[in-house]
């Protein structure tokens, strides 16, 4: 799923998510209609999807191009299985690389978090 903070403010969340809490208010210092702004993601998505059958190569470059977790060490959650490695980037294939004890590895589901 998606989540997007839209009209409100940072300052209003709770004291312990506000150091990870992000606003398009607070980014723009804008309001949003909520119906123009999910119209205009998808649109966005279906042009990236659109790029995904037309020149996969160049969509999964410039995922890892902007792979905010590069060089971050993550924890990957796959059931009960636990993976955490040092995050490489994005995969030629869309997937996420872990540096892990055991090699590099692809990841291509799971629950991530930092550490």
């Given at each position: 799923?998606?989540?997007?903070?839209?009209?409100?403010?940072?300052?209003?969340?709770?004291a312990?998510?506000?150091?990870?809490?992000?606003?398009?208010?607070?980014?723009?210092?804008?309001?949003?209609?909520?119906?123009?702004?999910?119209?205009?993601?998808?649109?966005?998505?279906?042009?990236?999807?659109?790029?995904?059958?037309?020149?996969?190569?160049?969509?999964?470059?410039?995922?890892?191009?902007?792979?905010?977790?590069?060089?971050?060490?993550l924890?990957?959650?796959?059931?009960?299985?636990?993976?955490?490695?040092?995050?490489?980037?994005?995969?030629?294939?869309?997937?996420?690389?872990?540096?892990?004890?055991?090699?590099?590895?692809?990841?291509?589901?799971?629950?991530?978090s930092?550490?």
């Open positions: 799923g998606v989540g997007i903070n839209t009209n409100n403010r940072a300052a209003d969340a709770p312990e998510l506000r150091p990870f809490v992000a606003t398009l208010l607070d980014l723009t210092g804008r309001r949003y209609e909520p119906t123009e702004l999910l119209v205009g993601i998808l649109q966005r998505m279906e042009a990236r999807l659109s790029q995904s059958a037309t020149a996969p190569d160049r969509l999964v470059a410039e995922a890892d191009a902007m792979c905010l977790q590069r060089g971050k060490v924890t990957v959650r796959q059931g009960e299985r636990t993976i955490t490695g040092l995050c490489l980037g994005i995969g030629c294939d869309g997937s996420l690389m872990l540096q892990t004890p055991r090699g590099t590895q692809s990841i291509r589901s799971g629950t991530v930092r550490g």
